[in-house]
């Protein structure tokens, strides 16, 4: 019964952290799936999501700034809206120019973000990160407070694969996959190209901002680690390719699929002798890239291709 | 006056020093941006890759780091153009941001075959503390250094003369101004692509050597010096070589120089933001003048 009630924990955390990187992989889903732009700064926003929703939710401490002890729903929209406006800035100078720009100029941002995190001591604590992050409902008694947040994090998950849904098959979606498909038509539909590339860099990033809220309060703590390019930005990008980009259903279930090989597989390596714990890590992290590089070759649609929007007679059949 | 001999010891002579490394690596960028047409992200760990080449000659054979250097460039050369063929030539038909997640993922690829093979504990190329060498009484120099921007100038000389002096130079600097004008020219472009990353992986290697000489030999460093060495090549306009030269260069002093107490005592710019200043200047350069200094290419 021990041993069930085990692995029902373990699920649920696995689920948790699943749905934590589906919010993340629907982000990026909206970047490069729909709009086309190579964001590989993606722990960046994650970060931001983080610190802002830790710095606004703790308990005041003589350790960082904060001590608002805002209310959760406040705090998710702060973390959106700051994950956003940095989006916004870094869209601003790099989407007029071709996605190699946007690539390098987020990782950059990702980098200073990490360094403003860990530099500024006075506000953030440095690489000590910030702690005792409060939870929702981690006052109910055990497991059902593991079993309230991860209720809210698939909340989340369903409520942006809806939004979503709804918004690639709306006009707004239609113009960004004929903007992928051919750009200069788009133009001469008088469409402003710029706009539209500019919605869903800062729509993503949102959504990345939301996830990096999640995981403080999953992890109940914070550190410059958090944008981590491996675990926060790559990670994230094998789970849309292997998934499908420009579907969110493959985005969703690439999240839950990569997080849970990635997961089990930690399993599997920390069983092994200390020593070779640690260097079959390292073994880990080449699987997974060469899963990305065998996707990226041979299938490059994923697992769920993306679905073209229909022509609306069809529509009408299936609503 | 002692003031200008720290300017000139601490931060002009390191800020010459990294600039002639980022200068090595930001040609290999410039030359894969401008040729392939993608943003190598692995670019920071064959820079990584060289280091520990020169590291395991140096440990096995007892070689001096400077007599390692070349065969470190050459091993280098051969792994670039091995994830070139596995890896890279698989999408020369495919929209070119292909290429750059396939790079993003051969960063990581090749990281983790560099840790699991040697381990994540910090390597010396050099043991022992040599004795700086001092000029009218106040300026010092360490030999290392003096070997570093010489070793770097030398094989930035031999890129010039590679570009300009031979045939495939020509056939390179030509597919880097325009691709389908070299294709209707009879230009083996496959070739091309080959002798690209023959220079672009042995300057990697080269710079990593240095960088590994003048600090030590680290898993992240390649990747650490990544964000610079792009903005050295975006700052000296992509596709120029020579542009990445001196975009290196300015790099690498700026970095230093940022930190000099210019405005009153305390650092213009706190020490723990080196690192950020690559990226400010890059932001820069792409609002201002996205062309580069010496005007290259804007895709």
Known sequence: ???LYGYGLYAISLLTMGGIYAVLCLGLNVQWGFAGLFNAGIGGFFAIGAYVTALLTTAPSARHIGGFEINT?????CSMVAAGLIAWGVGKVCLRLRSDYLAIATIGAAEVVRLIFKNETDYTNGPRGVSAIPKPFETLPEPWNHVAFLAIVLVAVGLAFWALQIAQRAPWGRVMTAI?????AVRAAGKDVEQFRMEGFVLGAMLMGLAGAFMAQYLKFVDPNVSDPLTATFLVWVMLVVGGSANNKGAVLGALLIWTLWSASEIVTGRLPDDWAVRTAYVRIFLIGLMLQIFLQKYPLGIFPEQRPKPPRSTRESA | MYALYDFINFHFIPGLVLGSI???GAIGV???????RFANFAHGESMTLGAYFAWSLVAVFGLHPMAALPIAMALTAVVSIGIDRGFYRPFRVAPTIMLVIASFGMMLMVRSVIQFSWGVQLKSLQTGIQPPMVLFDAIRISPKHVIIVGAALLLMLIVHLILSRTKMGKAMRAMSDSPE???LTGIDTEQVIRN???IGGALAGAAGVLLAYDTHVETM???????PTFAAAILGGIGKPYGAMLGGLIIGLAEELSTYPWIGDAPLVSPGYKAGVAFVLMIGILLWRPSGILRGRVF
């Not at chain 1, 729903?73 to 929209?77: E, K, Q």
């Not at chain 1, 992928?180 to 200069?184: A, G, I, S, W």
């Open chain 1, 1 to 3: 019964m021990d041993a």
């Open chain 1, 73 to 77: 729903l406040v705090a998710y929209a």
């Open chain 1, 180 to 184: 992928r498909e051919n750009e200069p």
């Open chain 2, 22 to 24: 980022y200068a090595l």
């Open chain 2, 30 to 36: 410039t030359l894969t941006f401008g040729i392939l």
């Open chain 2, 181 to 183: 004008l070299a294709k």
């Open chain 2, 196 to 198: 690209t990353w023959i």
């Open chain 2, 221 to 227: 460093m390649g990747f650490q010096v990544l964000l």
